[in-house]
C-alpha cells in the first residue's frame, strides 16, 4: 500500500487595492487650481455688484444728505463802490456740520435771491474743506442780472428786522479717494435786516438863519444798524414833511452804514419862513415848538450815478423825528416870544 502525499497547487493571490480618497483641502485646491478664472470673474462681479452701488448711489445720496444737513452763517457783508449796474460784494462765511464725512466742496457759481423771489446776481463761492467751523471769504465784482429783484432784495433788508437769502448752486463734492460727484447746494441764511432804521434820530439839531448856500438847517443823526453788513450809499437826500406837506429835504453825504451806531453829519435845506409862520399863528397846534417831521427817501447816488436799488429801498421806509425848532431859532437869533 502505497502513501500518497497529497499535492499543493500555490496560486498568486491579487488583491485589488481601494484607491486612496484625497482630503477635502487636496480636492479644494485642484479645483480652484483648474477653475480659477471662473471664480476670478465671479470675485469681481460680485464685488462690482456691491461697489458700484455704494460708490453711484449710496455715495451720492449720503453727500447729499450732509450738504442738507450743513448750516451757513455769513458773519460779515460788506457792499462798496455800487454802480446802478453792480457792486463789489466781500463776504464772511461760517459753515456748520456735524458730519463725520469732511468732504472737499469744489468752488462753484452760485444764484443769490431773496427767499421766493427771482435771482438778482450769480456769485462765485471759493472751494471749501467741509468740516464744522470752517470760513468761506471771497471778495468779487458781482453784476446784477435783474436789477428789480434786487430792489426787492434792499427794500426788504430796509424794511425787515430778518430777511432770508437763498444760495443755490451745483458744486463738485469729493470724498478722499471716492470718485468726485455732484450736489445741490441749496441754502437760506437767515439774517438781520436794518429793520426800518428803528431808532433813528437827531441828536445835534442846529438852525442856519438865515440860511448859507441854501442850508438853513445842520446837525447830526445817529442811524442804527443792527444788521453785519456794511453798505455804502453814498449821497443820500431825504424828503421832509410836516402835517403831510413838504417843508424841504436833508441830505447825508458819503454815507456809509456800518453794523452797530453811525453818526453822520445832516444838512437841510427847509422852507423857514413856512415855519416860523406856522409857529407864530394863533392855530398853532404845537404850542411848545416840538415839531415832528416825517422822513422818507428821496436819492441815493455814487460817484454822480444815481443808485435805484437805494432809492427805492429809502422811499418804502417811513421814519418820524421831533424837533424843538422854536429852540433852535432861539439859539439862531430868533426868538419867536419877542415875534409874536
Known sequence: MSTMKPSVVEEESHVNQAPVKKSFGARLAAHFKKWWWVHLIIFIACFLIILLPIVYVAYPKIAQSAVNDSTLDITEMI?????????????????????????????????????GADSFAHV??????????????????????????????????????????????????????LPKTTVTYNKTVVMKGLNGLKGFNVPEFFIVYPPKNGIGMNGTVVIPNASVMTI??????????????????????D??????????????????????????????????????????????????????????????????????????????????????
Open 79 to 115: 457792499i462798496s463802490n455800487p454802480t446802478p449796474e453792480s457792486f463789489q460784494l466781500e463776504q464772511r462765511q461760517v459753515l456748520g456740520t456735524h458730519s463725520s464725512y469732511h468732504p472737499e466742496i469744489y468752488s462753484f457759481d452760485s444764484e443769490v435771491s431773496l427767499a
Open 124 to 177: 462765485t463761492v471759493p472751494a471749501v474743506k467741509s468740516k464744522d467751523g470752517a470760513e468761506i471769504h471771497f471778495e468779487q465784482k458781482v453784476n446784477l442780472t435783474d436789477a428789480p429783484a434786487f430792489t426787492e432784495y434792499t427794500t426788504a433788508v430796509m424794511l425787515n428786522e430778518e430777511v432770508s437769502l437763498n444760495i443755490y448752486g451745483r458744486p463738485g463734492l469729493k470724498e478722499g479717494g
Open 232 to 253: 455804502t450809499m453814498g449821497n443820500v437826500t431825504l424828503d421832509l414833511k410836516l402835517n403831510g406837506k413838504p417843508i424841504g429835504q436833508t441830505f447825508l453825504n
Open 255 to 340: 454815507l456809509v452804514l456800518k453794523p452797530g451806531n453811525n453818526t453822520v453829519p445832516m444838512l437841510g435845506a427847509v422852507d423857514q419862513a413856512t415855519i416860523i409862520t406856522l409857529l407864530l399863528s394863533k392855530d398853532n397846534p404845537y404850542k411848545d415848538g416840538v415839531l415832528p417831521f416825517d422822513i422818507t427817501g428821496n436819492a441815493t447816488s455814487y460817484n454822480g450815478k444815481e443808485l435805484p436799488y437805494f432809492t427805492k429801498a429809502l422811499a418804502a421806509n417811513k421814519m418820524r423825528v421831533e424837533l424843538d425848532v422854536r429852540a433852535a431859532l432861539k439859539v439862531a437869533g430868533v426868538d419867536l416870544d419877542k415875534l409874536a
